[in-house]
C-alpha cells in the first residue's frame, strides 16, 4: 500500500498576493493594458480585490495620463498641434476602452431624457447613445481638447494630462465617500458599497501626491482653482444624486472622474 502523501505547499506567484492582486485588479478594470499573464479576473474573489485596489484608481489614473502624454510627444512630431492633441485623445481612449466617455453618454442621456428616477436609472441601462449622451460626451471631449491645444507648450500639456488624469480618478474616490450606491444596481458602486470611505480617499491622495505636487510646481494657481472647482462641484453633485438617484450608479462615477479631467485642464489653460 502506498501511503498517501500530500503534495508540499507551493507559494503563491507574487502578483496573486492580496496588494498586487488588488493593484492589476484595479489597472484590468480601468483600463486594457495587459497585466502578467498568471492573473485573470476571478469573480469570486473582484469584489475583495477591487475594494482593496480602490486606492490606485488615482495613480493609474496618472499612469494612463502618462502614456496619452508619451503618445503626444511622438504625434506632435508629425502632426499639426491641434491634430496631435486629438489623435492622442484617441490613443487614450484606446487604452482605457472609452471606460469613462461611455460613462458620461450614458449619464446625459439618462440625465437629460429621464423625468423620474425610475426612468433616469432605465436609460442609463441602456446601450444605445441618444441625443443628450452624444452632445455631452461631444462637448466634454471638446472642451477638453480645446484645453489641451490652449496650453503654451508640449511640456506643460505633458504635465496636465498627468495631472488631470490623477485627479480624474481621486474625484472617483471622493464620490463614493459622498455618495451610498443604489441597491440592487451591478457595477463598481455595488461591488465597493459603502466600504470606500475616507481612508481609501486619504490612501488614495497619499499615493497621488508626487503628482499633485508636480501639478503645483508647473502651475500652483491652477491647482488652487481645480480644489476650489472640484469642491463645488462635489457639493452640488452629491446633492444632485440623492435627490434624482437617491444613490450613486458606476456611470455617475465615470460621468465625475471625466468632469475632474475636464475641469483641471481647463484651469491650466485659463492663462495660457
Known sequence: MIDDVSAPHQPAAWHDQPWPRALFTAIQFLTRLPVPGGLTRDLTTFPADIRRGLIFFPLIGALVGGLTASALVLLEIVLPWPVAVIAALAVEARLTGAFHEDAVADFCDALGGGWTREQVLEIMKDSRVGSYGALGLGLGVALRAS?????????????VLVVAGGIGRLVILFVMALVPPIAGRDGLSKDVGQQAGWGKVLAGLALVSPVLILGASVDHAAMIGTTVVLAVFLAW?????????????????????????????????RNT
Open 147 to 159: 484645453g489641451l491645444v490652449a496650453l503654451s507648450s508640449l511640456s506643460q500639456a505633458v504635465v
Open 237 to 269: 453633485y452629491r446633492a444632485m444624486l440623492l435627490r434624482r438617484l437617491g444613490g450613486v450608479t458606476g456611470d455617475c462615477l465615470g460621468f465625475s472622474a471625466y468632469a475632474g479631467i475636464v475641469v483641471t485642464t481647463l484651469a491650466f489653460a
